[in-house]
């Protein structure tokens, strides 16, 4: 069997576009994932910065919690998850796939969340607050990119189309999603600009 003079091979349905995997964007990326994706590069690398000038008063801060033996090797390793934590931003952002945001997120709240349990065991209130600080940042960041999947997929969805399992909402949401969604759409409505009443005649 021929292939028609007229037909061009992958130009099916079902063809993969040109370039693959990495040319083809997540359906659940939204435009606000830039700003996301953006700052978690930000401050992974003002972190490793900070680590490169002032790597005497990082190794200082490790020793209080587990001493001077193994400080050194501590703080190297914290640092290199730390740069696989900014490539896999960097990734998600270049390939416009959200799913890839999460790990530094989640990276990022377990680091605080840990230190915030040594805090408690050292005693050390004023650190505790402040990866407490961090670690409530970090959560509503990953609720805030968690509502923005879930609007770029209810935009994405047919209008009239069925939910495919039941108990899911439009889109094909779940209950979570629709509730971060609404968080998301109520913060914008108390933040954007509010209508100018209407002058009287």
């Known amino acids: 069997m021929t292939v028609g003079a007229g037909a061009q091979p992958g130009a ?52 209080r919690y587990f001493g001077s033996g193994p400080a050194t090797g501590i703080l190297v390793f914290v640092k290199a998850v730390e740069v696989l934590l900014v490539v896999c931003a960097a990734a998600g952002l270049a390939l416009r796939r959200d799913v890839l945001l999460v790990p530094p997120m989640a990276g990022w ?31 509503v960041l990953l609720f805030v990119s968690y509502g923005l999947s879930a609007k770029a997929q209810l935009a994405g969805a047919p209008k009239d189309a069925a939910p495919a399992e039941p108990g899911r909402g439009p889109g094909g949401l779940t209950r979570t999603q629709e509730f971060a969604l609404q968080a998301i759409n109520r913060a914008a409505a108390l933040t954007g600009p509010r209508p100018r009443p209407e002058k009287r005649d």
């Open 12 to 63: 099916g349905p079902t063809a993969t576009p040109a370039g693959g995997f990495f040319a083809q964007r997540s359906p659940t990326w939204q435009r606000f994932h830039y700003a996301v994706g953006v700052f978690l590069i930000a401050y992974g690398v003002a972190g490793l910065a900070g680590a490169v000038l002032l790597w005497g008063d990082r190794l200082d801060e490790i020793e």
């Open 109 to 139: 709240m377990a680091g605080f969340a840990m230190f915030a349990v040594l805090d408690v065991f050292k005693g050390r209130w004023g650190g505790l607050a402040e990866h407490l600080a961090y670690l409530a940042a970090f959560v």
